[in-house]
Structure formats: structure tokens, C-alpha cells
């Protein structure tokens, strides 16, 4: 599968637009919730979002990597665009950045937030099932936990209008090592009997 430029930005976008809620509902768990809204229009629109295709075998890794670049830079211009327009939430987008300064603390949020990620994303196996409650659990958990989401970081960084750049690519390899670890144990009896 060939990476789509423009709906790798339109992931970026998204999961801003939940930092966004997020800070105006003033975090919680209303924020936690509204947050998932953008994860939601993501998955519903089949828009390309790393931290929920890392584990996917049908992208190539340069695919990943310019997936991942697309979606920073669409969390980016929109969260300076917030930033200008709301300039109310960027002291809570400060705050929320602020957590992120310790690089092995944020190695252990973004492995937990990649295994959230990959519990949001992945289509349960009964398809009968709506994958609401998944988006909706998985986004609050890591949420309200304080995991580390790369893009996410990266709308949060851009509204604050400053973070140690350096934590976004420690998070995405953070969120890809939990994705693929949770897909791994989860499927480990599958490959063991094929």
C-alpha cells in the first residue's frame, strides 16, 4: 500500500483537533473523551495515522517514516493555527508539554500509549462489533494516564509554541516498540499454531 500524502497530514490534523478539545474541555475526563473524536474521524475516514499503522506489513518502513513526517507536520500548522486563533489553551498545552522532558520517562509513557494505540485502531475481530468503544477506551486510557502519543506531542508542542523537538521522534519509536509488542503477545498462540 502506497502512503497518502494528504491523508497522513489529514491524521495530523485530527489528532490535533483533540488536543484542541481536549485543552478547551480543560482535560479530565471530558477532555479524555472528545480527545477520542479525533481518533474516531481518523479510523472512520481511513485517514493514515503512525501510531495506528506501525504494525501494519502492507507499509514499507519509508512509508512509516513519511506517514509519520505528514502527520506532524499536519498536527503542527494546526496546532500554531490554534495557537494564534486560541491563544486561551496554550498555557494548558504548556503544561501538558512540560511533562515530557525526561527521555526515559517518555520512553515508558509512549510504549504504553503504542499498546493503547494499537488496542484503539485494530479492527476487533467480530466485525459485527463497533469499533467505537475501542477508539473511545483506548484514547481515554492513555490519556488520563499521561502516555506519551507522538502526534498528539506534536499539536500539543505547536500550540505551546515551544517543546524539546527531540521527544516526538523518541515518542513515535516509543509508540511503534508498544504497538508492536502488544500485537505480538496478543498474537502469539495464532503464529504458534499456523
Given at each position: 500500500m502506497k502512503t497518502s500524502l494528504a491523508r497522513s497530514a489529514a491524521a495530523g490534523i485530527l489528532i490535533c483537533m483533540g488536543c484542541i478539545v481536549n485543552l478547551k474541555a480543560g482535560g479530565g475526563i471530558p477532555g479524555a473523551v472528545l480527545f477520542s473524536a479525533g481518533l474516531w474521524f481518523v479510523v472512520n475516514f481511513d485517514a493514515e495515522l503512525f501510531t495506528g499503522r506501525v504494525t501494519r506489513?502492507?507499509?514499507?518502513?519509508?512509508?512509516?517514516?513519511?506517514?509519520?513526517?505528514?502527520?506532524?507536520?499536519?498536527?503542527?500548522v494546526c496546532g500554531i493555527l490554534a495557537s494564534i486563533?486560541?491563544?486561551?489553551?496554550?498555557?494548558?498545552?504548556?503544561?501538558i508539554?512540560?511533562?515530557?522532558?525526561?527521555?526515559?520517562?517518555?520512553?515508558?509513557?509512549?510504549?504504553?500509549?503504542?499498546?493503547c494505540m494499537y488496542l484503539a485502531t485494530t479492527p476487533p475481530k467480530n466485525r459485527d462489533i463497533s469499533r467505537l468503544p475501542f477508539v473511545i477506551y483506548g484514547v481515554a486510557l492513555f490519556i488520563l494516564s499521561g502516555y506519551a502519543h507522538s502526534i498528539a506531542l506534536a499539536g500539543y508542542a505547536a500550540i505551546a509554541?515551544?517543546?524539546a523537538w527531540w521527544v516526538i521522534p523518541l515518542a513515535a519509536a516509543g509508540n511503534a516498540a508498544g504497538s508492536y509488542l502488544i500485537k505480538f503477545l496478543l498474537t502469539f498462540q495464532q503464529q504458534k499454531k499456523e
Amino acid at each position: 500500500m502506497k502512503t497518502s500524502l494528504a491523508r497522513s497530514a489529514a491524521a495530523g490534523i485530527l489528532i490535533c483537533m483533540g488536543c484542541i478539545v481536549n485543552l478547551k474541555a480543560g482535560g479530565g475526563i471530558p477532555g479524555a473523551v472528545l480527545f477520542s473524536a479525533g481518533l474516531w474521524f481518523v479510523v472512520n475516514f481511513d485517514a493514515e495515522l503512525f501510531t495506528g499503522r506501525v504494525t501494519r506489513p502492507d507499509y514499507d518502513p519509508l512509508q512509516k517514516v513519511i506517514m509519520l513526517l505528514m502527520n506532524v507536520i499536519g498536527a503542527g500548522v494546526c496546532g500554531i493555527l490554534a495557537s494564534i486563533c486560541l491563544p486561551e489553551i496554550r498555557e494548558g498545552a504548556e503544561k501538558i508539554a512540560a511533562a515530557y522532558q525526561d527521555p526515559l520517562k517518555v520512553i515508558w509513557q509512549s510504549v504504553m500509549c503504542g499498546i493503547c494505540m494499537y488496542l484503539a485502531t485494530t479492527p476487533p475481530k467480530n466485525r459485527d462489533i463497533s469499533r467505537l468503544p475501542f477508539v473511545i477506551y483506548g484514547v481515554a486510557l492513555f490519556i488520563l494516564s499521561g502516555y506519551a502519543h507522538s502526534i498528539a506531542l506534536a499539536g500539543y508542542a505547536a500550540i505551546a509554541q515551544g517543546i524539546a523537538w527531540w521527544v516526538i521522534p523518541l515518542a513515535a519509536a516509543g509508540n511503534a516498540a508498544g504497538s508492536y509488542l502488544i500485537k505480538f503477545l496478543l498474537t502469539f498462540q495464532q503464529q504458534k499454531k499456523e
